[in-house]
């Protein structure tokens, strides 16, 4: 059989267990105070997440109602295009230069509207 060999315990002194010891819990109480924080952080990305997923949404339905406006605006003017040959509507045109002095044109302050 080998022998055992007993650790030497005359070799820790009391005073360097005693600042292992100290230092360990000093350890211990920094990484409860970076999980307590962690904790925090975490606990404000979930609600900015929160908030961004309802301003995600109010937004998406702002798109979504400019969409159906949109769409609207265009049947209108589709539907004012259709009108235009039954002579339902009068044509102009939108003329932006000084050259339109004639007295067909309407000042519309510096624009004038020329009327076929």
Known sequence: MAEQVKPP???FKYDDVRHLLASQVESISRIQTKREEI???NQQSEKKL???KIAFNNICAIIK???NDLNFIHKTIRSLKEDQGTGNINNCLLYTSDAADDLLCVDLGGRRIIKK
């Open 9 to 11: 315990f005359d070799v």
């Open 39 to 41: 904790i925090r952080l």
């Open 50 to 52: 929160a908030e961004s």
């Open 65 to 67: 109602q400019m969409r």
